[in-house]
């Protein structure tokens, strides 16, 4: 997995096994693995990434209930098909209260509403070109 780097800010208010999963689930929507590849075992991501094995395999069940890995004991985490369920009314809402939230967070760090403007251009042209899944 050289390319795909997963990264955890230790000292951050977002625990460590949500960091992971949050890399990953954007790895997974964006590409970047396909079905059937593997993932680094729990205890090698634990010791790359410098943290206890528990916080690697809680990131792999959630990616599991999810839909995204097939977990299975001697064998590791594999990437799955996984086709994209139908949006929720609350899915949808919570997405909305989301986007608010963290646009209003941009806007009082001082990030420029014209940045933000072609972020979210740029991210659903690659929606649109089939980046995501």
């Known amino acids: ?42 205890r090698q991501l634990a010791m790359d990434l410098g943290v206890h094995h528990n916080t690697v395999a809680e990131a792999y069940r959630l990616l599991a209930q999810e839909g995204w890995l097939d977990l299975r004991r001697g064998r590791g985490a594999t990437i799955i098909a996984r086709p994209n369920p139908p949006p929720s009314p609350e899915a949808e809402s919570q997405f ?28 659903a042209g690659k929606l649109r070109g089939g980046g995501g899944r």
């Open 1 to 42: 997995m050289p390319d795909k780097v997963i990264q955890v800010d230790l000292a951050g208010d977002v625990p460590a096994y949500q960091q992971i999963v949050n890399v990953l689930r954007t790895q997974f929507v964006a590409g970047a693995f396909q079905p059937g590849d593997q993932l680094p075992t729990v």
């Open 96 to 123: 909305a209260r989301r986007l608010d939230e963290l646009t209003a967070k941009a806007l009082a760090e001082g990030v420029e509403p014209a940045t933000l403007a072609k972020q979210l251009d740029s991210l």
